[in-house]
């Protein structure tokens, strides 16, 4: 059966004529696609990721760091802790971890007590 072009497909099974599909057929289709999407994904490096506190409290020190530090309501805003835990937090991190040399000068600059 031929159709003209700019016209709609009836909805059977191209594989076995004259037969519609089972109901079960597109939800089966849907997982396997899936389910391949997901394997790929765990296959490939993430990209988008969403930040870790650290990085995120690192970032935001960062931005503040050449005004003397954030105000302390945007520090509540944006963590729920005070200016002195933020503070604190960042100093621990810049003990712990491993940031450039200038980021680390800075920030021990900015928020030593």
């Known amino acids: 059966m031929t159709h003209p072009p700019d016209t709609h497909r009836p909805l059977t099974d191209t594989t076995i004529p ?3 599909p089972a109901i079960t057929d597109q939800p089966d289709r849907y997982r396997a696609e899936r ?3 997901l394997r790929q994904a765990k296959l490939t490096p993430r990209q988008g990721r969403w930040p870790s506190e650290q990085e995120e409290l690192i970032r ?3 931005i503040w760091a050449p005004y ?3 105000p302390p309501e ?6 729920g802790i005070t200016s002195s835990t933020f503070a604190e937090r960042i100093r621990h991190m810049l003990a712990t971890s491993r940031n450039d040399r200038r980021t680390t000068e800075l920030l021990l600059l900015v928020y030593t007590k």
């Not at 945007?74 to 963590?79: A, D, I, K, Q, S």
């Open 74 to 79: 945007e520090v509540f805003v944006r963590f």
């Open 68 to 70: 003397g530090g954030p």
């Open 18 to 20: 004259d037969r519609m």
């Open 60 to 62: 935001f020190a960062r």
């Open 35 to 37: 389910r391949r999407r």
